[in-house]
């Protein structure tokens, strides 16, 4: 199991949606030093490749910000699972209310990079009363008590 998809699945099991792309890729600093650290875009292809965990990519009005969450068909989302590399995949899935995101996973990608490298380059990775920064204490347990079974 792959550590993004540790965090989706308990996060959903404890009855949440999901977590921005922040969290997760700036999460790998809790991995061991021999993880090989992604970036947006490693974890986008990861994702799309790895044909185990269908992910949604969608808008959180709680936090107002994008986050991805672990598919859920029984939820009817109006959207698509946007081309790769010019065929079709069944991994990622784009609401529709996020379709200005691109026409591909390309362009999904290049949007949520320039939108998000930054703040995870700053540790800017959290998302607490609409409040970018580091993890909040509970947060790190969450994350370490995820990697503990990788």
Same mark, same amino acid.
């Given at each position: ?5 540790? %965090?989706?699945?308990?996060? @959903? =099991?404890?009855?949440?949606?999901? +977590?921005? $792309?922040?969290? #997760? !890729?700036?999460?790998?600093?809790? %991995?061991?030093?021999?993880? @090989? =650290?992604?970036?947006?875009?490693? +974890?986008? $292809?990861?994702? #799309? !490749? ?101």
């Amino acid at each position: 199991m792959q550590y993004w998809e540790a %965090l989706l699945i308990k996060w @959903r =099991s404890k009855g949440r949606d999901g +977590l921005t $792309v922040p969290f #997760i !890729v700036g999460s790998q600093q809790f %991995l061991p030093n021999t993880h @090989r =650290s992604q970036n947006i875009e490693d +974890l986008l $292809v990861d994702i #799309i !490749v790895r044909n185990r965990l269908k992910v949604t990519i969608k808008y959180c009005i709680t936090i107002e910000d994008i986050i991805l969450e672990a598919y859920d068909p029984n939820k009817e989302l109006a959207g698509t699972f946007p081309s790769f590399r010019g065929m079709s995949q069944q991994n990622l899935f784009l609401t529709k209310f996020l379709d200005n995101l691109g026409r591909n996973c390309e362009e999904v990608i290049s949007s949520l990079s320039e939108k998000y490298t930054d703040l995870i380059q700053r540790n800017e990775v959290s998302k607490n009363n609409r409040i970018r920064g580091d993890y909040e204490p509970n947060e790190k347990y969450f994350i370490r008590e995820c990697f503990s079974t990788l």
